[in-house]
């Protein structure tokens, strides 16, 4: 099977909303909620796209013909690429029902580590959700990263519970999930989190920590504040806020805050190799992709994690041999133009 064939393949199968396009770009989907389109007009998830389509590369071949390396160091784990796969929930809800929240992390968080990167797991009200992806990560030997969503107190002790068993690396909390409407429905209330509230949590975490839904210079310096150990540039796809910036938009600000300081993670529109060589350069230790992972699981289940994974990588590779950049660190800002 080839990556056209698993694009086919999950049209027969992964429900109504999703179109299996073949560029992931939020145009088909824009506002289908449930799906997996956009808050109000779609236009935060396709403007992600977009802008990291406005950044070209620039091609530099005079150099040294060697091999390229696009291992990532991140907190003690070696990973083969600079990529991961992010957190997803309610498949059935928004795809369709061939998987489940637990049958999808089983597979995902699996096929993600047989191929050499990890995958964020996602988190529901259904206390199953997050046990079920624990239990995957503990599969492979704590090789994945639960996120947690912002829950009250009391909840956030009972899953962070069950990422201790799992004995994951690190624990990923998407603050900006604050607004998805199931949250606001809670008593006691979930949602936003202060500096105090999150420096507690990551306190109850004992590992790195990360808070994924930063989009500011200034919400970037808070969760730094916090003691989280990364961050995540990301607008949850565009599903919790209509009308935000892009992240490729507001990378560089965020990496010029915090520097090397903690470690960055960026998402929202990146669909190629190419994009995370431009996230790279913009000052990103390393990125997410989400929805065509999904797609990937419905297309072809490990075999299609592992086909979207290799396609990635070999994008990754030639534009970085391309631009004269043979590791990770020798990435720079010049070498794309904006």
Not at 60 to 84: A, H, M, R, S, W
Not at 139 to 168: C, E, F, Q, S, Y
Not at 266 to 293: E, M, N
Not at 306 to 328: P, Q, R, V, W
Request: hydrophobic share 40%; aromatic share 6%; glycine share 10%.
């Amino acid at each position: 099977m080839n990556y056209k064939e698993l694009l086919e393949n999950a049209r027969t199968c992964i429900g109504s909303y999703c179109k299996a396009c073949n560029i992931c770009n939020g145009l088909a989907c824009k506002n289908s909620i449930p799906g997996p389109g956009a808050k109000g007009i779609g236009d935060t998830a396709i403007r992600n796209y977009q802008k990291w389509q406005e950044i070209r590369v620039n091609m530099d071949t005079i150099c040294e013909n060697k091999p390229v390396d696009t291992t990532l160091e991140l907190f003690g784990q070696t990973f083969k690429y600079p990529f991961f796969a992010g957190p997803v929930g309610a498949v059935n809800m928004h795809y369709s029902d061939k998987f489940n929240d637990m049958a999808y992390n089983d597979i995902l968080v699996s096929a993600c580590k047989e191929n050499g990167i990890a995958a964020f797991t996602g988190d529901g009200t259904n206390p199953q959700v997050m046990e079920g992806a624990t239990a995957a990560v503990a599969k492979v030997n704590g090789r994945g990263i639960p996120t947690i969503k912002p829950w009250n107190i009391d909840t956030i002790k009972v899953k962070m519970d069950l990422v201790h068993k799992a004995g994951a690396f690190a624990v990923a909390m998407d603050i900006d999930a604050a607004g998805l409407p199931f949250l606001k429905n809670m008593t006691p209330p979930a949602g936003g989190k202060s500096v105090d509230e999150l420096r507690r949590i990551a306190e109850i975490a004992g590992i790195p920590f990360i808070v994924k839904g930063i989009m500011s210079r200034k919400a970037a310096l808070k969760a730094k504040e916090a003691g989280a150990k990364a961050i995540v540039v990301s607008n949850h796809g565009g599903r919790v806020l209509d009308q935000c910036p892009s992240t490729a938009e507001v990378l560089p600000e965020i990496a010029e805050a915090v520097g090397s300081e903690i470690k960055i993670l960026v998402d929202g529109g990146i669909r190629s190799g190419t994009d995370i060589f431009k996230a790279l350069a913009l000052g990103a230790d390393g990125v997410l992709i989400c929805r065509p992972f999904v797609t990937a699981v419905y297309g072809g289940e490990k075999e299609g994690i592992k086909i979207y994974i290799e396609k990635l990588a070999e994008e990754l590779k030639d534009t970085m041999a391309m631009c004269g950049a043979f590791s990770l660190s020798e990435i720079t800002t010049d070498m794309i133009r904006r």
